[in-house]
């Protein structure tokens, strides 16, 4: 029954052209990867979800292409070569392909213009020298090898843009009145995301994004990507202060402050990461712990999982098992099998085949004494 169901299945895809199959693995793996991300909590690892988003975002643009390019196929021999005639679903997938290159052509350029838009609003004035100063200082904490040029003006929060070598933070014209504290903290957290590439995989996702343009949770996935971003880099701004004390009180001083200014969300008019900082949570935990063997035998399960099982291999694995499924059974082709070969023992009699016969040789041996002894008779 399932060699039947492998074969019609086969039989069905070869209706469809190469862009076809590419196109329906495609929505397929979109499907199943999203379906994977939405399982995992986000409160639970932020990290994995960063590294899982990312994986996924590089394997539905590398996965479709190197099975387009390399005509990837999965035979599956039958006896009989017997095919569906019919080329309905191949104008079907032509048509399909089509409007997605349209479409895909449209969201491609959009993105281009979006790019242009968020550096024509990069472009304004230079900030004052003590900020730029302040500027170098966080960048030289933060080991940052990149020129990093701070203008003022065009929002209420702060974001930034890269220029190949060079990157551009925008703060509020308001900052250049701000108390030192609250601008560092405004500055680290724009030197964190700069510094851990994510304006580079903000743009990145738009371009997948715009070639997966027909499926509506592709820009749900992008929206989350671009939220989960910001969480590392307050982290790592954290880190850099190098006192903790000080960057709770900047930091409640800066959230205070942030909350009358409007935030930036993500758009796709203008490509930019939301202006979200986010602040860890702290539990006080009560000394009066419980002893029970069932708390204590959780507790270590716990602690052995965490020490054992990897969160981002295991979210490279989810991603791996995915692409090889769905690559797998979307390249399934019905292959006539080779003729079974039987071996048989080849009747050969040596002795006639490898050597002379004897009777061949006595006959050729008399013949010849024949042939010799009538002249001798005959001159007699």
Same mark, same amino acid.
């Given at each position: ?11 069905? #895809? ?9 196109? #329906? ?41 190197? $099975? ?17 005639? %019919? ?43 003590? *900020? ?11 080991? #940052? ?22 990157? $551009?933070?925008? #703060?509020?014209?308001?900052? *250049? ?36 343009? =027909?499926?509506?949770?592709? %820009? ?47 758009? =796709? ?41 990897? /969160? ?10 995915? %692409? ?14 080779? /003729? ?7 009747? *050969? ?32």
């Amino acid at each position: 029954m399932a060699e039947n169901f492998i074969t019609a299945f086969a039989m069905a #895809l070869d209706t469809l052209p190469p862009e076809g199959r590419v196109l #329906l693995m495609a929505c397929l793996l979109t499907v199943s990867l999203y379906g994977l991300g939405r399982l995992m909590p986000v409160e639970s690892n932020l990290g994995m979800q960063i590294v899982y988003r990312k994986g996924v975002f590089a394997t539905l643009l590398l996965v479709p292409v190197g $099975v387009y390019l390399f005509g990837l196929q999965m035979p599956v021999y039958v006896a009989e070569f017997v095919y569906f005639e %019919s080329r309905i679903p191949a104008y079907i997938a032509y048509a399909v392909l089509a409007v997605w290159v349209t479409g895909a052509g449209i969201s491609l350029y959009r993105i281009v213009v979006s790019v242009q838009e968020t550096h024509t609003s990069s472009d304004l004035d230079a900030a004052p020298e003590s *900020i730029q100063k302040r500027c170098e200082h966080w960048c030289r904490r933060l080991n #940052l090898k990149r020129d990093v040029r701070v203008v003022c003006g065009g929002s209420e929060q702060g974001w930034h843009i890269l220029h190949g070598r060079q990157a $551009v933070i925008v #703060l509020p014209a308001a900052a *250049i009145h701000w108390p030192t504290g609250v601008l560092d903290v405004m500055l680290l957290h724009q030197l964190a995301l700069i510094q851990q590439q994510a304006w580079k995989w903000l743009l990145f996702g738009s371009i997948v994004r715009a070639l997966y343009w =027909p499926l509506p949770w592709m %820009s749900r996935m992008l929206e989350e990507f671009a939220d989960c971003l910001v969480i590392p880099a307050t982290r790592l701004a954290e880190a850099a202060y190098r006192d903790p004390e000080g960057w709770r009180r900047d930091l409640r001083k800066f959230l205070d402050r942030g909350d009358t200014l409007k935030h930036v969300e993500f758009a =796709p008019s203008v490509i930019r990461l939301p202006s979200q900082v986010e602040t860890e949570q702290v539990h006080v935990v009560d000394d009066a712990v419980d002893e029970s063997f069932e708390a204590r035998w959780a507790g270590s399960k716990a602690r052995l999982r965490r020490k054992y099982r990897d /969160p981002y291999r295991q979210a490279y694995w989810l991603i791996a098992a995915a %692409s090889v499924l769905i690559a797998v059974s979307m390249t399934v082709t019905v292959v006539k099998a080779p /003729p079974e070969f039987e071996p048989t023992y080849l009747n *050969i009699k040596w002795r006639d085949q490898m050597v002379r016969r004897l009777k061949d040789h006595y006959d050729g041996g008399e013949e010849a004494g024949q042939e010799t002894d009538s002249p001798a008779a005959n001159t007699e």
